[in-house]
């Protein structure tokens, strides 16, 4: 579909040189509270999940197997369905707008936590971890990626940066404050409040949140329903299909694709599996993840939004990406060789570090992609990301039910994670060995000429 951008995301060279920072990013302030708002509602469930689903699930048994087995299927299931998902809401949000896909996708995750709301039983809790899985595969990452792209829309090229920076930067602030509301509020009411938050939030996008990409009219001649399904089948396979060829062409793109890969093998396995680890090994509660989490988000507030962009002007993404993948390997292993429970919340300091690999990914993704094609690169290498996701359940969970039980082939309770720790030191290497690239951009102008009004058009029919 034939589609103009509402904001241009270059400016020419001297236009921001006199302006704050805070002005730079003004077009992000709605985007940011309405993501802030969603994203508090979905970290102040997380600690609590883990006490409910073993309270329903596993009376007896202190090591809980049956809830890491769903956990690891439920990402196992998520991981197929999203290397094709996401690849195709990154194609849609290009073609259809950033604000109709950040609000399809935002506004499912309201879904399982209101059965939770309703009723904590052993039946509601495998409904909400079948409607999670749905809700995962539709906006777990792909809200983060949309929101990427809608920010490239609208900051300076040489902003990018700062600005993705921003978007975690907010992330992990609206994760402090989750895990804040989870650590004092009851929890019978977590997840009512959370349902009414995510509510919010995706009526907040709807009124104020404004459109980053105009889609023009259609002058193709009415078909029928039948030709309509069959023609869009085959649009988003020759898109899916270029997202690919975008991918290959690039040496960067390809080379990030890799650390991608290898660093969500690794950090998935092991965000999945650590709270019933801890739980087992330590008897942690919901008060001590909330604590554990704080400790990671509290600092990666200031490491986003205050260390990123300086660290960024001085030594480029690709040091910083370096620098945070050692950070995770450092974080993963420590976990795996815990010894005391004081351990875990020293790991978790590098949680301050390792925060920065998203950042710095998205930046070196935007700046090796061209501007039609960011939401196309990001939900390529997104799409890498959920292969990674489908692969890394189907190892750590197992590891991590073996190791925990008393059949263990030796005593190494945090083996799993260790394992986890070597996927991401691979990953390190590849980001070791990484070519960047920057894609010129275009300087814009106030007139269209008659070439740009064309453009758009034989692109998206070519796609």
């Given at each position: 579909m034939p589609f103009k951008r509402v904001w241009g995301g270059e400016s020419d060279g001297g236009s921001g040189s006199g302006k704050s920072m805070f002005k730079e990013m003004q077009p992000l302030l709605h985007l940011l509270f309405s993501l802030c708002i969603h994203w508090v509602a979905e970290e102040m469930t997380v600690s609590v999940i883990v006490d409910v689903a073993t309270a329903a699930l596993c009376t007896d048994d202190t090591t809980c197997s049956a809830v890491i087995y769903i956990t690891g299927l439920e990402a196992t299931v998520v991981g197929i369905f999203k290397m094709f998902v996401l690849p195709v809401l990154g194609h849609l949000a290009d073609d259809y707008g950033r604000k109709k896909m950040l609000i399809i996708t935002s506004s499912t995750s309201m879904f399982p936590f209101a059965l939770l709301a309703i009723n904590q039983s052993k039946g509601f809790v495998y409904a909400f971890y079948a409607l999670r899985t749905i809700s995962y595969i539709m906006s777990q990452g792909s809200v983060l990626?949309?929101?990427?792209?809608?920010?490239?829309?609208?900051?300076?090229?040489?902003?990018?940066?700062?600005?993705?920076?921003?978007?975690?930067?907010?992330?992990?602030?609206?994760?402090?404050?989750?895990?804040?509301?989870?650590?004092?509020?009851?929890?019978?009411?977590?997840?009512?409040?959370?349902?009414?938050?995510?509510?919010?939030?995706?009526?907040?996008?709807?009124?104020?949140?404004?459109?980053?990409?105009?889609?023009?009219?259609?002058?193709?001649?009415?078909?029928?329903?039948?030709?309509?399904?069959?023609?869009?089948?085959?649009?988003?396979?020759?898109?899916?299909?270029?997202?690919?060829?975008?991918?290959?062409?690039?040496?960067?793109?390809?080379?990030?694709?890799?650390?991608?890969?290898?660093?969500?093998?690794?950090?998935?396995?092991?965000?999945?599996?650590?709270?019933?680890?801890?739980?087992?090994?330590?008897?942690?509660?919901?008060?001590?993840?909330?604590?554990?989490?704080?400790?990671?988000?509290?600092?990666?507030?200031?490491?986003?939004?205050?260390?990123?962009?300086?660290?960024?002007?001085?030594?480029?993404?690709?040091?910083?990406?370096?620098?945070?993948?050692?950070?995770?390997?450092?974080?993963?292993?420590?976990?795996?060789?815990?010894?005391?429970?004081?351990?875990?919340?020293?790991?978790?300091?590098?949680?301050v570090v390792y925060i920065l690999v998203a950042p710095a990914t998205f930046a070196i993704i935007s700046k090796a992609s061209s501007s039609e094609h960011q939401g196309k690169a990001q939900g390529a290498i997104a799409g890498v990301e959920a292969l990674a996701g489908f692969l890394s359940p189907l190892f750590i969970s197992p590891l991590t039910t073996w190791f925990l039980s008393d059949s263990a082939p030796f005593d190494c309770k945090g083996f799993s994670i260790l394992t986890g720790a070597f996927c991401m030191f691979i990953g390190f290497i590849f980001a070791c060995l990484l070519k960047t690239e920057s894609v010129p951009t275009e300087k814009s102008s106030d007139v269209e000429t008659p070439e740009d009004q064309v453009t758009p058009l034989l692109d998206s029919s070519s796609s």
């Open positions: 990626y949309i929101s990427v792209a809608y920010a490239a829309d609208v900051v300076d090229t040489s902003k990018r940066a700062i600005a993705f920076a921003w978007i975690t930067g907010f992330l992990s602030a609206s994760h402090v404050i989750g895990n804040l509301l989870a650590r004092f509020l009851p929890e019978k009411y977590i997840f009512a409040i959370s349902v009414c938050l995510l509510a919010f939030a995706s009526l907040y996008m709807v009124v104020f949140l404004r459109e980053t990409v105009k889609c023009e009219p259609s002058t193709e001649e009415q078909i029928k329903l039948g030709g309509k399904i069959v023609r869009t089948l085959q649009k988003r396979y020759r898109s899916m299909k270029e997202s690919v060829q975008i991918i290959m062409k690039s040496p960067t793109l390809r080379g990030i694709s890799m650390v991608s890969f290898f660093y969500k093998l690794g950090m998935i396995g092991v965000g999945d599996m650590l709270f019933y680890y801890l739980k087992a090994v330590f008897g942690y509660t919901k008060n001590q993840f909330s604590e554990i989490l704080m400790v990671v988000e509290g600092g990666a507030i200031v490491s986003q939004m205050v260390l990123l962009p300086i660290a960024n002007a001085f030594v480029g993404e690709k040091v910083v990406l370096c620098s945070a993948l050692l950070a995770a390997v450092v974080y993963a292993t420590l976990y795996g060789v815990a010894w005391a429970s004081w351990v875990s919340y020293f790991s978790a300091s590098f949680g």
